[in-house]
């Protein structure tokens, strides 16, 4: 079997939220070279792309518009390129979200992004959970496929994904008595609720993995 | 729902330090050392407080943040000093996901709301430092315990929580390095009347006052001395807790 080759440059996009220099960080550690993009136009050849983000979804909307990387990352998707969205990042890729009232994401997974239910559990959402299969599934799916079944990741968040299809969700989290959406992937559209770089080595050795995820 | 266990270190640049009722400060090593232990233990989140900061105005401890952030891959907060949206800015992009405020919020309450307008309020945690008056009221202090605000602490605790933050430390500086146990009727009485997490910190000298933490639905409890001296370790902790059936992160291998 021969060893799955790993890609070697990410870019990642700035666009003013988001803990950055934690991504960068865990993609160096992977001996990556790290572009970030200020604005659209850095995105040019760009094969794998990171868009991180914390915050509000409506603030993530603005920040992303404002650069022109809302139409640059659509463009991104339609001609094959990957995407992994972390958090936030994961959350824009949807056609809508729910925060601070209705906004438009970019629209490149269908579905939206919708409060967690508060019955009987703290929000946010705060601290680590386990990976588990999506409804009806035994390995978790996509990227996360050779991922152990609860696997512990962290999470903080007060919005999680609701795609339109349940076959774009990857793998779930439990959290009191809910199903939260904790990955979805479409694709080479891939995004992660919870965040790999934070954690430990679990989220180390997935980020490797997505490198290592082949294009064609 | 998985308790958290995070690991508090008081930084007087570029030190570890520690001390009781924050008296004699002791210097205990290398931060980044203890961080990195900690971490291969399997503890949960770090939270760097910066305890000169608040005084002096500034936040000297970026450089500390880089270079966790560089080898350490779990959440990481960072608190004192921090004042405006600038200083929370700074902190994330070195490496921080989260800041705890105290001072700037007692100063101005809207400061919770701006900022977790500005970053998402899971990047907000505030924390509540209180100590019992000769009433055996409960009273809200900032500067580690130092400078009273002459705040009712349950009454503060409201006001924060619905100005947005998304969590709350709460440290009983009566109970902090002594090791005899948290506040854990505070811890309860929050834990119920709000929906926000909070971390019980302040005291903790055993395996069964964290354990008590739990019960008392706290979502994480923040140790230092008992750390730092070995009185126990993240490992037994974790194995501990597990024992006790309390839900907690225990990594294969």
């Given amino acids: ?216 | 729902m998985v308790f958290r266990i995070i690991a508090r270190l008081d930084i007087k640049s570029p030190h570890l330090v520690k001390g009781i009722h924050l008296e004699g400060l002791r210097v205990l090593g290398d931060p980044g050392i203890f961080a990195q232990h900690y971490f291969n233990e399997g503890v949960d989140e770090l939270h760097y407080q910066d305890i000169v900061a608040s005084l002096y105005g500034r936040s000297s401890i970026l450089d500390l943040v880089r270079s966790t952030a560089e080898r350490v891959f779990i959440p990481l907060m960072v608190g004192g000093g921090i004042r405006n949206l600038g200083d929370i800015q700074s902190v994330l992009r070195a490496g921080a996901d989260k800041v705890c405020i105290n001072t700037a919020a007692v100063e101005n309450p809207s400061f919770i709301t701006e900022s977790a307008k500005a970053f998402g309020s899971q990047c907000i945690t505030v924390a509540i430092e209180t100590l019992m008056d000769s009433k055996g009221r409960r009273r809200v202090f900032t500067n580690n315990g130092r400078q009273p605000t002459g705040l009712d602490a349950f009454d503060w605790v409201r006001r924060v929580v619905d100005y947005g933050a998304g969590e709350i430390i709460l440290t009983s500086v009566d109970n902090e390095g002594t090791k005899r146990g948290l506040d854990l009727e505070f811890v309860s009485t929050v834990a119920r009347s709000f929906p926000v997490p909070v971390i019980a910190h302040g005291g903790v000298g055993c395996i069964e006052h964290i354990a008590d933490a739990a019960r008392s639905g706290a979502s994480a409890a923040a140790i230092a001395s008992a750390f730092h001296y070995k009185m126990i370790t993240v490992k037994k902790v974790k194995n501990g807790l597990k024992e006790r059936d309390i839900h907690v992160r225990i990594e294969n291998g």
């Fill in chain 1, 1 to 216: 079997m021969s060893e799955l080759k790993m890609d070697k440059r990410i870019t990642i996009i700035d666009y003013g939220l988001g803990n950055l220099h934690s991504v960068s960080n865990a993609f160096r550690t992977l001996d990556c070279e790290v572009i970030l993009a200020q604005t659209a136009c850095e995105l040019g050849e760009s094969v794998r792309i990171v868009l991180p983000g914390v915050g509000a979804f409506s603030d993530g909307m603005a920040g992303l518009t404002s650069r022109g990387f809302d139409v640059a990352l659509r463009n991104h998707c339609h001609s094959g390129g990957v995407i992994l969205g972390i958090c936030l990042g994961a959350q824009l890729l949807m056609e809508a979200g729910e925060e601070f009232g209705l906004h438009a994401g970019l629209g490149i997974l269908p579905g939206k992004v919708v409060r967690i239910p508060s019955e009987g559990v703290k929000v946010p959402h705060t601290g680590w959970a386990q990976l588990l299969p999506p409804m009806n599934q035994t390995t978790l799916g996509g990227v996360l496929s050779t991922s152990p079944v609860g696997s512990w990741s962290y999470f903080i968040h007060s919005f999680h994904i609701l795609p339109s299809s349940s076959d774009m969700v990857s793998a779930t989290c439990s959290y009191g008595s809910h199903i939260l959406t904790a990955a979805v992937q479409s694709g080479r559209t891939i995004g992660f609720q919870f965040h790999p770089e934070k954690s430990g080595q679990f989220g180390l050795d997935l980020l490797k993995r997505f490198m290592e995820s082949p294009i064609d």
